[in-house]
């Protein structure tokens, strides 16, 4: 049995609810340790550190839960900032620092959390979000909503597209839209081209999952062929598609074991993957936490968590609940990685759809899993 400090095991009772045990293979705590790490690296900080603020990011999530639940008319967003100090910002249109007092005072994030005021709830830009991209009519763009500064952020590849953009007048009466030229829109991270054969669609499988008759299978993204194969081995297509909320689909594994773990590919661990014995829910994943993922081509990464109110235009009636994740000048994401785990320690985050480009295609797309189990009638097996 490895061993876990004291800070390590709480991180992982708040992640899964259930006290850090030993077993055969990589535990989630063995995957925590290699996260907690890749983090004290990236921030230049000690890993005693990393882990202190690690612990106070599950807390980070669970407190945007709560505020998307219970204050919604004046809620607008929470996000954890790393530089130049570690703190977490919520944001609300009345009362902020009233409001943020009655979940944080007396407890762990009193003094960490600090309060922000701003002009338009998240629920009321999510709704403009969502009136402009059902508009199917518009030229090909990308919209974000960026919390942070509490704005509609749409993404275009000319400033010729943004005046005709305009010209539709698919804007809102009275609301501000920021604007930005981009290399590329969004796009699926699958090699699309004639002839492929790696796997038969080219994408990354995802997590394993079960149904409500307990028929076990593998996801990947939505937009990825409907044939896939492992080993040789043609792997059933049973569900899936991209539209709304939603790019995913699931594949039955006839003549495999189907396991709860993810490749992560690490080389100093053994063995190089590790288990999942947990999911955390779109809701609980705050901006700013430190999350991991692994793609066929880009391999084992991690980053913060930029936004999760992306609506992808290759992605038809997109909604604003896509998230992306960055790293500075790291490659997160290429084509062939859609499809692959999004995930902290032993937890499932997400599954990757597609690379964003902002400005450079650096960035990772990914779908919440609570979006993937809901959509696809399946549950992430965690044991």
Request: glycine letters at 10%; proline letters at 4%.
């Amino acid at each position: 049995m490895r061993r876990h400090t004291p800070l390590l095991a709480l991180v992982l009772l708040l992640l899964t609810g259930a006290p850090v045990v030993g077993n055969s293979g990589a535990d989630g705590a063995d995957g925590l340790k290699t996260d907690v790490t890749e983090y004290a690296r990236v921030f230049g900080v000690s890993v005693e550190e990393a882990e202190r603020r690690l612990t106070l990011q599950a807390l980070a999530g669970r407190l945007d839960a709560e505020l998307v639940a219970a204050e919604s008319r004046s809620y607008s967003g929470l996000w954890i900032e790393h530089e130049p100090g570690w703190r977490i910002v919520v944001s609300f249109t009345d009362e902020p620092d009233a409001t943020l007092l009655r979940y944080v005072a007396n407890g762990p994030l009193a003094g960490i959390a600090v309060a922000s005021h701003a002009e338009r709830s998240l629920a009321a830009l999510e709704a403009a979000a969502i009136a402009i991209r059902s508009k199917a009519d518009i030229v090909p763009f990308d919209l974000r909503i960026d919390v942070q500064q509490n704005v509609l952020e749409v993404m275009v590849v000319a400033s010729e597209d943004w005046a005709s953009f305009r010209e539709t007048e698919s804007v809102p009466l009275g609301l501000d839209i920021r604007v930005a030229i981009v290399a590329s829109l969004i796009r699926p991270a699958a090699d699309i081209y004639g002839g492929l054969s790696l796997g038969g669609n080219g994408c990354t499988s995802g997590f394993s999952i079960s149904n409500s008759s307990g028929v076990k299978g593998i996801t990947t993204a939505g937009h990825c062929g409907n044939v896939a194969s492992y080993q040789g081995v043609n792997l059933p297509y049973q569900y899936g598609f991209y539209a709304g909320s939603n790019d995913s689909q699931w594949h039955t594994a006839p003549g495999f074991t189907v396991r709860n773990r993810v490749w992560d590919g690490i080389q100093d661990v053994t063995p190089n993957y590790r288990n999942i014995t947990s999911r955390t829910h779109r809701d609980s994943q705050a901006i700013g936490s430190w999350v991991c993922k692994y793609g066929r081509i880009t391999y084992y990464g991690c980053g913060t968590l930029v936004e999760k109110t992306v609506a992808p235009g290759y992605i038809p009636q997109a909604q604003p609940v896509f998230h992306r994740l960055a790293n500075g000048s790291t490659d997160l994401t290429s084509p062939g990685d859609s499809g692959g785990p999004v995930f902290y320690a032993g937890s499932a985050w997400g599954i990757i759809v597609a690379e964003g480009c902002y400005p450079v295609c650096n960035d990772s797309i990914y779908s919440a899993i609570n979006y993937v189990e809901y959509h696809l009638a399946v549950t992430v097996l965690t044991q």
